[in-house]
């Protein structure tokens, strides 16, 4: 091979290796936490007192919210491309924000938060899919 050849092979791949290093960094900057990028990390949903991660999705097709008298009940379903155990512990800080109380939890092979209000509970679980994890919350007055 010629000395021209050696060169331009060198300098395309020094130019893909800083290409790579480049879009690498881009890409890490997308899964980087709202929070650490200055934006909101949460929001509300049916339920002014459960903050849901903005990373989640919510399958609308499968909730169910039931509203009688000022009391709301009811399952919300979200989906999305989060860890586990991140997600387990943003819904036991955020929780105790909103004034739950974090009664028990089980894990493996899901994650199962138990929290207690004045007068409801909320059961939220996190487990696994095929592609990403879903994240089931169920709320119903207690008794």
């Not at 092979?9 to 290093?21: E, F, N």
């Not at 879009?23 to 949903?45: I, M, N, R, V, W």
């Not at 097709?61 to 999305?80: C, D």
């Not at 955020?94 to 209000?117: C, I």
Request: aromatic share 14%; hydrophobic share 45%.
């Amino acid at each position: 091979m010629s000395v021209r050849w050696r060169i331009l092979v060198a300098v395309l791949a020094a130019a893909l290796m800083i290409g790579g290093l480049a879009g690498c960094a881009q890409f890490d900057s997308l899964f980087k936490s709202d929070e650490a990028q200055g934006g909101p990390t949460g929001q509300y949903y049916n339920f002014e007192d459960i903050e849901v991660p903005v990373d989640l999705k919510i399958d609308d097709k499968r909730s169910f919210v039931y509203e009688t008298g000022g009391f709301k009940a009811g399952t919300l379903l979200f989906s999305g491309y989060v860890e586990i155990d991140s997600l387990a512990k943003y819904f036991s800080t955020a929780m105790v924000k909103d004034g739950w109380k974090l009664k028990s939890t089980f894990r493996y092979p899901k994650q199962v938060l138990l929290f207690e209000k004045e007068k409801k509970v909320a059961i939220i679980i996190i487990y696994e899919g095929t592609i990403n994890t879903h994240v089931e919350i169920w709320v119903a007055p207690s008794v």
